[in-house]
């Protein structure tokens, strides 16, 4: 075991954390595998260790306290860095200007291997501690989930990545991997991981559901680069989302903002969130999220992150549909004068807490990682992917999944708000009537407006293919090596035959792969 490697190269370091009734994201202190694991409160601690990855961080922001949503959002259309930013980083991320030394794309890498590093830790070690079979295989599925989760993100963001799968390992596993050879891993994984039980005694673990959602997702996002193979993966989308839906443990907020609401968090919407407190202050935890969208308060001051284009995004919204203003705040209710404001530019409204927005560290915002929403779009885009949208399954077409979202999106059937009769369907908003490919166009849209701020964007648009069309339009600097980030200098330097650099950035030896495909 290259304990050295570890240290240096991917920042292992097992973080503990107290076993307590509600899941734990405040690690502190070293432990090391060969002693730490004895009874059941230790590998609950260490499994603890990894949830708190997503919510802490000992050098930067957390990775669903802002690091992901710099890559996947600030890089994307609809949003750029504001006046308030006065951060280079910040800045060439926003321009999508980013090169291999950007502090942002490292801390993004670094915290997302910690995090990988402590799951294999946790799934090498539960097995030998003192506990009963139940409790152990649930633990290891629970490492098992957070590990797929991590390396998700990461094969994403920079495509053939290392793919280190224990806390043993060779030199060889710090090398590049093939993206389906960590896709491999990654299915494996959920699979294990959705023998997880359905709920969990503690708020904010992952369970059957989790696994299968995200496993839905998996299957969508690899569906785009199985060329020929595409419609297995469809198929495996389609039958994981219709598990989840079929399963009746989960529906939609009928108001779309209570999904960002701090007290119906962890509710009938929410599959798996990053979990946030009050007071949550070790270190850099925090949902720092709500400080970037909302750090100028109530004045005309640009926040650090801030809209690109009023026409193109904010007045892209049908009239009546609640996801705007769920989504963005053009006006807010100031408690301090009971007045309301009015701003030049809205601002980004789901994670802004006005009680406790002074103080980022405060927020009790959830950040959500798969919402129910989300399996109703991968069902619908697979569906429609497969034989357009009158395909289904098991009787829920293209168009009853992604009419689902709308109705909800405009409080119709059985979302109407207040005394409203639900009435019988077709709905005034129901889609129906279209082609495969305008279904596609329609699907595309509404995955901008339900999921602004919510670290979908950029995948999205990469899973499309029209990334530099998307984005060209407010970043003309856009090209196709913006499909991958740059593997980080501090990491190239360490090895840098094995982990050569991205077709695009300073360094890269590899020719454009990018063909005609990619707009």
């Given at each position: 075991m290259k304990k050295t490697i570890i240290t240096v190269w991917i920042g292992f370091g097992m973080m503990a954390a107290s076993c307590t009734e509600e899941l734990d994201q405040h690690p502190s202190g070293l432990l090391t595998d060969s002693n730490y694991f004895q009874t059941e409160d230790d590998a609950v601690t260490a499994v603890d260790g990894v949830y708190a990855i997503l919510v802490h961080s000992d050098k930067n922001t957390p990775l669903y306290g802002d690091q992901i949503l710099y890559l996947s959002d600030l890089t994307s259309d609809y949003m750029r860095a504001g006046a308030n930013s006065n951060s280079p980083e910040t800045r060439a991320i926003s321009s999508v200007g980013y090169d291999a030394g950007n502090f942002e794309i490292q801390c993004t890498w670094e915290q997302i291997y910690k995090g990988i590093a402590r799951a294999n830790i946790a799934v090498d070690n539960i097995p030998n501690v003192n506990a009963s079979d139940e409790v152990r295989q649930r633990l290891?599925?629970?490492?098992k989930f957070l590990r797929a989760l991590l390396y998700f993100n990461a094969v994403q963001f920079w495509g053939d990545i290392p793919l280190v799968k224990s806390s043993e390992y060779s030199a060889e596993d710090l090398n590049r991997h093939p993206v389906e050879d960590v896709y491999d891993f990654i299915i494996r994984d959920l699979e294990d991981a959705s023998a997880l039980p359905p709920e969990q005694s503690a708020a904010g673990r992952a369970t059957g559901g989790s696994a299968d959602a995200l496993l839905a997702r998996v299957y969508l996002v690899h569906s785009s680069l199985s060329g020929a193979n595409a419609a297995s993966d469809l198929n495996s989308a389609v039958q994981y989302a219709y598990r989840v839906i079929n399963s009746g443990r989960y529906e939609l907020f009928a108001n779309f903002y209570d999904a960002f609401d701090p007290a119906k968090k962890n509710g009938k919407e929410h599959i798996f969130s990053a979990q946030f407190a009050y007071g949550q202050d070790n270190g850099f935890s925090?949902?720092?999220?709500?400080?970037?969208?909302?750090?100028?308060?109530?004045?005309?001051?640009?926040?650090?992150?801030?809209?690109?284009?009023?026409?193109?995004?904010?007045?892209?919204?049908?009239?009546?549909?609640?996801?705007?203003?769920?989504?963005?705040?053009?006006?807010?209710?100031?408690?301090?004068?009971?007045?309301?404001?009015?701003?030049?530019?809205?601002?980004?409204r789901k994670l802004i807490d006005t009680v406790y927005g002074a103080n980022w560290l405060a927020s009790a915002i959830n950040v959500p990682v798969i919402r129910y929403a989300d399996v109703y779009f991968t069902l619908a885009e697979a569906l429609n992917e497969l034989g357009g949208p009158d395909s289904e399954h098991n009787g829920i077409s293209a168009y009853d999944a992604l009419n689902e979202i709308r109705r909800r999106a405009f409080r119709e059937g059985k979302y109407s708000a207040g005394a409203d009769s639900p009435g019988t369907p077709p709905y005034a908003h129901d889609l129906s009537g279209l082609t495969k490919e305008s279904f596609r166009d329609v699907l595309q849209q509404e995955r901008y407006f339900e999921f602004v701020l919510e670290q979908t964007r950029w995948f999205d648009l990469v899973r499309w293919k029209k990334l530099v069309t998307s984005v060209s339009r407010t970043k003309p600097a856009v090209s196709v090596r913006n499909y991958r980030f740059p593997i980080p200098h501090s990491e190239r330097l360490l090895n840098p035959e094995g982990l050569w650099q991205n077709y695009g950035y300073d360094g890269a030896t590899v020719s454009n792969p990018y063909d005609e495909s990619y707009k």
């Open positions: 290891i599925n629970e490492a925090g949902n720092s999220a709500q400080h970037c969208t909302w750090s100028t308060g109530f004045n005309q001051n640009e926040p650090v992150l801030i809209i690109t284009d009023l026409d193109l995004f904010y007045n892209s919204y049908a009239e009546g549909d609640q996801r705007r203003d769920g989504s963005y705040a053009k006006r807010l209710y100031n408690p301090a004068d009971n007045s309301t404001f009015e701003f030049d530019l809205p601002r980004f």
